[in-house]
């Protein structure tokens, strides 16, 4: 499995279990330091990420060997128009500046209903023109659904999806859309594998919201328990086994989080566990985005 590092955490306040808040940029720099040192490639970033972008900027050296995506803005808007094209492209190139990069590894269309809307394909259209310029070298979108990657199939052919995956949501793994993507050559980026935390806090710090499963939840304890694993060991053991996965992105605050996910990387490895009694159907419990916390 190939771990990438999310860097949200590097420009805002992020995730229910941070309890650190946003991470200072000496610490981001031990972060990239040991990601570096043990083998990972992939930064994650977003205009939008607050100051992500710029700390990363300010720290990555000239030689790095990291591939640095970042995100188109999400225009939600009913029609995208021959504006929002240039927007876009404006947008990104404050982004190279920022990140002080001449190109990157990959751009994705942030919300992914912006290329299903009318006029959506000009945003598609503007990313290939990034992309034969030579600015960036894969282009793609970050999904939610497996409607929206059977829409966004239909009509484009993007090198990298960015989807939601984990113990509790396998809806995307339930539905075959990852065997899908696979096969046509898609590569897959697994983001929310803590689902922003839930899966790592314990059961007392569990918000109000999440009642409605509180059997799964206690579920999870008990499978703990009788595997004998930590949170973290369980939800990284899922990712690992998931073999259409390309890369699994994780997000920390502090290199010593970083070095507790290479240590239970380590204690997992060869472990593959049946845990589809783990899943959960219920969307407002496993998206984000309907979460009233």
């Given at each position: 499995m190939k771990l990438g590092l999310g860097t949200v955490q590097f420009g805002m306040n992020y995730g229910m279990s941070n309890l650190r808040g946003r991470t200072?940029?000496?610490?981001?720099?031990?972060?990239?330091?040991?990601?570096?040192?043990?083998?990972?490639?992939?930064?994650?970033?977003?205009?939008?990420?607050?100051?992500?972008?710029?700390?990363?900027?300010?720290?990555?050296?000239?030689?790095?060997?990291?591939?640095v995506i970042?995100?188109?803005?999400?225009?939600?808007?009913?029609?995208?128009?021959?504006?929002?094209?240039?927007?876009?492209?404006?947008?990104?190139?404050?982004?190279l500046e920022n990140l002080r990069q001449e190109n990157v590894y990959g751009l994705l269309v942030h919300h992914a209903d912006d290329l299903l809307v009318p006029g959506g394909e000009r945003v598609f259209t503007e990313m290939q023109r990034l992309l034969e310029e030579g600015l960036v070298r894969k282009i793609g979108v970050s999904v939610y659904s497996g409607q929206q990657i059977d829409s966004i199939l239909e009509a484009y052919t993007p090198d990298i999806v960015q989807l939601p995956l984990n113990l509790f949501d396998q809806r995307l793994l339930e539905s075959g859309h990852l065997e899908k993507l696979k096969c046509r050559g898609v590569e897959i980026h697994a983001r929310s594998v803590f689902l922003q935390g839930l899966l790592l806090i314990e059961p007392d710090q569990v918000p109000p919201h999440f009642s409605p499963i509180s059997d799964k939840l206690e579920y999870y304890v008990r499978f703990l328990e009788e595997n004998k694993l930590t949170r973290l060991q369980a939800t990284?053991?899922?990712?690992?086994?998931?073999?259409?996965?390309?890369?699994?992105?994780?997000?920390?605050?502090?290199?010593?989080?970083?070095?507790?996910?290479?240590?239970?990387?380590?204690?997992?490895?060869?472990i593959d566990l049946?845990?589809?009694?783990?899943?959960?159907?219920?969307?407002?419990?496993?998206?984000?985005?309907?979460?009233?916390?």
């Open positions: 200072p940029p000496a610490e981001v720099d031990h972060i990239l330091r040991l990601a570096a040192d043990n083998g990972v490639q992939i930064l994650d970033t977003a205009a939008v990420y607050g100051d992500s972008e710029i700390v990363l900027g300010g720290l990555l050296a000239p030689d790095h060997d990291f591939r970042t995100k188109t803005p999400s225009f939600k808007t009913s029609t995208i128009h021959a504006a929002d094209a240039i927007y876009l492209r404006d947008t990104f190139r404050r982004s990284l053991a899922f990712a690992a086994k998931q073999r259409d996965v390309d890369v699994v992105l994780v997000g920390v605050t502090s290199a010593a989080e970083l070095r507790d996910i290479f240590s239970a990387l380590d204690a997992v490895s060869g049946d845990m589809s009694a783990l899943k959960v159907a219920d969307e407002r419990m496993v998206n984000p985005s309907l979460w009233k916390l």
